[in-house]
């Protein structure tokens, strides 16, 4: 086998150009296997939905190392028409994984490699449902990556740790109670809940030695009249937490707060969270430690950037889920401009190869 035929950035190329969303990701998972087969690995197809693994094996018994990509691209709206992008940079991680399936073949000594192609991560669902389907079963050490924007870490850098926070978003149903404009007294209007539960959100405290944020990002009361007082009502939150603990606490004031707030104005609430709640980061810090020190070796010292943070990701999950699982997630400075989610995202592919580089040193410093 030619490693030349599984060029990181080649690949990546492909893989831009069939964009597809969670779930659906059936041209990206059909060329991840074709890519798997011509290195003479037998993928296992419809993990998680359409996600794929496959299984480099050592001659010798020992732990069972996981690598992950996800797969899925981002929609959009653009000219007033959908649109799918790779705008996250999915499409690097698949690309970088495979790159490094390839180096990696005939030099795994000790257990086995697993690597692992996610379906939909951007719905926030991707890892539960290959947990669901035993993707964790036999894994001891999971590894990720990311690449990253210039506002995190600089191109041509790669990061031990990308410190994600717990993200989730709640939505609010309003329940209140129709009147005139002229008889406010005789209903319940949502629009005076939405104002004062927007406050009470604004208002809340939790430690300020901790990043947090709270914040209404959509309010819909529309009534069919101007002199309508509405009775139904609709409220989007995005709320993120630093740690676990911090969004424990904020999630428990901020529904109480929300609920309280509509009650002066005699309006019920509804408060759900159909994204589930993503996980902040849970590392072993000694790992991130050997990560660090890898980074150094292989790229020099120079090329080590600072832990960065922001954004959540659902790979954290997996140490929720298994918690003895030995987890740690490095972040590929890849020029990524004007930044991650925006349909103009651009980025510097040959970076991807640090990447690589690391991931090959980092598996086999546990399985070589």
Known sequence: MDTKDFDVVAMRTDLHQIPELGFNE????????????????E??????????VAYID??????????????????????????????????SHTAMVLATAAKLIGHVKK???????????????????????????????????HVRPIQDIPDGTVCAAVRHTSSTFCIVELKGKVAHGSRPHLGASVVEAAVLATNAVNSLWVNPNKAWSAKVTSIDCAST??????????????????DNETKTELLEKLKTAITNACACVN????????????????????????????????LGEEKVAKDCGGGGEDFH??????????????GVGTGVTPGLHDPRMTMNPESLRNGVKVLEKLILNVVG
Not at 43 to 52: A, K, L, W
Not at 75 to 83: L, Q, R, S
Not at 111 to 138: N, W
Not at 231 to 241: E, N, S, T
Request: proline share 6%; glycine share 10%; net charge negative.
């Open 267 to 298: 309006v019920t609430c509804e408060i759900t969270f159909p994204g589930g709640v993503i996980p902040a980061a849970v590392y072993d810090e000694d790992l991130v430690d050997q990560v660090r020190k890898t980074i150094g070796e292989v």
């Open 43 to 52: 993928p296992i197809r419809g993990i998680g939905g359409t996600g794929v």
């Open 317 to 330: 999950y997996f140490k929720q889920k298994k918690p003895e699982l030995h987890a740690a997630y490095i």
């Open 58 to 91: 050592g001659t010798e018994p020992g732990p069972t190392v996981m690598l992950r990509a996800d797969m899925d691209a981002l929609p959009f709206v653009i000219d007033g028409k959908d649109a799918c992008i790779h705008a996250c940079g999915h499409d």
């Open 225 to 242: 009249a101007t002199n309508i007082i509405p009775d139904k009502g609709k409220m989007i939150l995005d709320i993120r937490a630093q």
């Open 26 to 41: 059936h041209k990206t998972s059909d060329y991840v296997a074709a890519k798997l087969k011509e290195m003479g690995l």
């Open 111 to 145: 257990g086995r490699v697993k690597l692992f192609f996610q379906p939909a991560e951007e719905t926030l669902f991707g890892a539960l449902k290959s947990y669901d389907d035993g993707v964790l079963d036999d894994v001891d050490y999971a590894f990720g990556a």
